[in-house]
């Protein structure tokens, strides 16, 4: 009997074969090839005929084996993992679209991403229309005949709006395109991404999932809701395997052409982290939290942006959403960038660093970092502020974090 609690499947997700020394844990399996005993073998597995691993490019047990934890804990029909968040965003995009293809985006994503779909994708003939995922009809406006699908992102970092994905997914339901979503900031167990429409959900595991920033890695979830006959790219695939086309095309040809491969040691380290999932993003949403609401008291502080805040105009979809827990980055704003860079440099325990959701707390002032490519018409349009400051709580104790915020803000 399957148990309703997302950490009791992690832990107890079983192995697919039997492992031969009964580990208890998934061992690294540290190769590259697999041996068989026939030529006809061989060809059997080459074929797919057989399950058996080939070539760790392609598929390997460590690996599998994270897959299946986070199939577990996402409910969803297929999951391949690879080996970092751009190489989820890359290889989907390059899965469902053709040259002349376009897919619906917006401005507000995360920096690199941003640049994929503006630079990288564009050169090969795949066009990103931009739209305001938090208005639906702008999105449904831009949709026409050669659109394969919508993407956006949970919570946008780091301006931490929250579309309505819902009201999403009947666009993308109405039209036959999948609704595809970067859930990194809201991992499966703060977010049931299938039950609010997301055909597709894409994580870097680098962040939450990982939990101590060990390794880099990156999830792409099929939920099975989305018919893949309905995407002429991936037709030829879904009249071969049906369902599964999306991870079929990927694991087959996109990502191992691509060469997206997750290592075993890093799918061993992303799962050690994935157990205490749960553990870490409770306490890390609670901490953002109370410091949000310590912030807003703070008369240095102009503004406090965070979800889970009542003042947020995302409170109410947010609560809907993500069951109280909007993820686990907050920003605030102070009167010019000197000022926060002032506060930066007065921090003695939260560290200088450009993640998010690691076990620590992490600072960094968005425009003049990951932004830091952008000109100033187009962090406008963005709305990155040079009076920002991006705080991604860890698991520490909330009055260590509040001290040590409390303490930089008397030197600005
Ligand atoms: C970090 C991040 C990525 C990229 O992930 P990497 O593992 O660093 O490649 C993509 N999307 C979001 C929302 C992120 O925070």
Not at 15 to 34: C, G, H, Q, T, W
Not at 249 to 274: C, D, I, M, P, Q
Not at 362 to 379: G, N, R, V
């Amino acid at each position: 009997m399957k148990s309703k609690n997302i950490s009791t499947r992690i832990l107890h997700t079983p192995f697919l074969r039997k492992d031969s020394n009964n580990s208890l844990r998934m061992p690294i399996y540290e190769n590259v090839a697999f041996e068989f005993e026939t030529a006809q073998e061989i060809e059997a597995a080459f074929r797919g005929e057989i399950p058996r691993h080939v070539y760790s490019r392609i598929a390997n047990p460590t690996v599998e084996h994270f897959e299946n934890q986070i199939k577990e804990a996402s409910g969803a029909l297929g999951v391949l993992a690879v080996g970092s968040g751009m190489a989820t965003l890359a290889n989907l995009f390059v899965a469902i679209a053709a040259k002349g293809n376009n897919i619906i985006t917006t401005n507000k994503l995360f920096g690199n991403t941003f640049s994929l779909v503006s630079t990288t994708l564009p050169s090969i003939g795949i066009e990103f229309r931009l739209a305001d995922m938090t208005d639906p009809q702008s999105v449904e406006k831009l949709v026409d005949s050669k659109t394969v699908g919508i993407f956006f992102e949970t919570i946008t970092n780091p301006q931490l709006e929250v579309a309505d994905v819902k009201a999403l997914s009947q666009i993308a339901q109405k039209h036959k395109i999948p609704l595809i979503c970067d859930t990194t900031l809201t991992p499966p167990d703060l977010f049931t991404s299938a039950d609010f429409g997301v055909d597709v959900e894409l994580i870097s595991g680098t962040k939450f999932i990982s939990g101590g920033a060990t390794a880099l890695g990156g999830l792409i979830i099929d939920n099975g809701s989305f018919n893949w006959s309905h995407n002429e790219n991936l037709k030829p695939f879904h009249d071969q395997v049906g369902p599964l086309a999306l991870i079929a095309r990927l694991r087959k040809e996109v990502a191992r052409n691509l060469g997206a491969t997750l290592s075993a040691h890093n799918a061993f380290l992303l799962s050690l982290g994935l157990e205490t999932l749960t553990l870490r993003t409770n306490k890390a949403c609670q901490n953002t939290l109370e410091t949000a609401r310590w912030l807003e008291k703070q008369a240095a502080v102009k503004r406090v942006d965070y979800p889970g805040l009542e003042s947020s105009p995302f409170f109410d979809l947010s609560r809907k959403q993500f069951n109280g827990k909007p993820g686990a980055v907050l920003t605030f704003d102070l009167d010019s960038k000197e000022s926060c860079f002032k506060f930066i440099n007065a921090l003695k325990m939260i560290r200088k660093a450009t993640n998010i959701n690691d076990n620590k707390t992490l600072i960094l002032h968005p425009a003049s970092t990951i932004f830091c490519e952008y000109d100033k018409q187009t962090l406008d349009a963005m709305q990155i502020r040079q009076t920002t400051v991006r705080l991604a709580p860890g698991i520490e104790e909330a009055e260590d974090i509040i001290a040590d915020v409390e303490n930089a803000l008397g030197a600005v």
